[in-house]
């Protein structure tokens, strides 16, 4: 039956790619609806949260048995059952959803472009790829960066499969090479559309939201390369083998080599990465506290309990041209 199961939802990881846009044109379709007719685009959004929800059916394999993720494919199960909560919930008469709905729409619109086409995709990696690069020399790590895909690997060279340098191949004494690749999800562009789309989404004064949004960019990008050169130096030197046997068996995998990408990454890395962002968040409200409008509904969608969390973080919406009335963010 488990076999089964895993046999289904490799299959259903064929639909990821289609899926994916189809999200962002239910959703942008019912953002530009809400312009003229809001009982429409309710109803276009409600689809939006189901197509998202099967969205997330077809990520599972990837998150779960490819990547082995423990954060995020916790967080995409989770995430089904949400999806269609909050479609629920819009049609039954929630408008206030319609502000994330609006943040889904914007964050997916800056994640897929990157995502999906190569003259987006290949320069931010090729740019977080030097970075990182700089910041190992600083630290005295001995390595050579190559093209080619090999993620996370104890081989040789890859052949050249793009025409840029993305992978990390470290020679270590008495340890065959290893080579660790920047990926996309390694240049932080999912946290920066998270944000986006929270910042796009509220009503507010121009000038706040791009410092907002500069401000998240900034930490989501020195963040993200720390993280980078934390993996790449844990992993190139094997510096966290820790308890090898039982990670190996945990994540299913073969090599002892990938126990210390798995601690650096999927767990350490993964882990902290949530209280980053909550810890962004935090920052983004300081200057931009129409957001709280968006966690205020998502602590309701969680929990069925109203919020306001205006006074219990000492903040309010200003009185320069945002919106100082909850209802006004909608």
Not at 57 to 80: C, P, W
Request: a negative charge; one cysteine or more.
């Amino acid at each position: 039956m488990a076999l089964g199961l895993v046999n289904a939802l490799e299959w259903a990881h064929q639909w990821w790619g289609p899926l994916s846009w189809l999200v962002l044109l239910v959703f942008l379709s019912g953002t530009v609806i809400e312009l003229y007719d809001r009982r429409l685009a309710r109803y276009v959004l409600v689809g939006g949260w189901g197509v998202l929800a099967l969205f997330w059916v077809s990520a599972i394999y990837q998150f779960v048995f490819d990547q082995k993720s423990i954060t995020e494919g916790i967080a995409v199960v989770l995430a089904i059952p949400l999806s269609l909560y909050v479609g629920y919930l819009l049609a039954s008469g929630r408008d206030r959803l319609i502000v994330v709905s609006r943040a889904v729409a914007v964050g997916w619109l800056i994640y897929l472009p990157f995502s999906t086409l190569p003259f987006l995709r290949n320069p931010l990696i090729a740019i977080v790829t030097d970075q990182t690069a700089t910041v190992l020399s600083l630290i005295g790590a001995d390595f050579e960066v190559i093209a080619g895909n090999n993620f996370p690997a104890d081989l040789g060279p890859a052949e050249p499969v793009e025409p840029y340098q993305k992978t990390f191949f470290f020679h270590v004494p008495d340890v065959r090479a290893i080579s660790y690749t920047i990926m996309m999800a390694c240049t932080g562009i999912g946290s920066m559309a998270i944000f986006g789309g929270l910042i796009a989404a509220v009503r507010a004064p121009l000038a706040r939201k791009l410092k907002a949004l500069a401000v998240a960019v900034g930490i989501i990008w020195v963040l993200n390369i720390a993280r980078n050169v934390f993996i790449a130096y844990s992993f190139g030197y094997q510096r966290l083998q820790i308890f090898p046997e039982f990670v190996m068996s945990v994540f299913g995998i073969d090599s002892r080599l990938e126990v210390s990408y798995i601690v650096a990454d999927r767990i350490l890395a993964q882990f902290l990465s949530v209280f980053a962002l909550v810890g962004i968040t935090y920052v983004v409200i300081k200057i931009l506290p129409e957001v709280l409008t968006i966690v205020d509904e998502a602590l309701y969608v969680l929990t069925r309990n109203e919020y306001d969390l205006q006074d219990a973080l000492d903040v309010e919406a200003r009185a320069d041209g945002g919106s100082e009335r909850r209802d006004e963010t909608v």
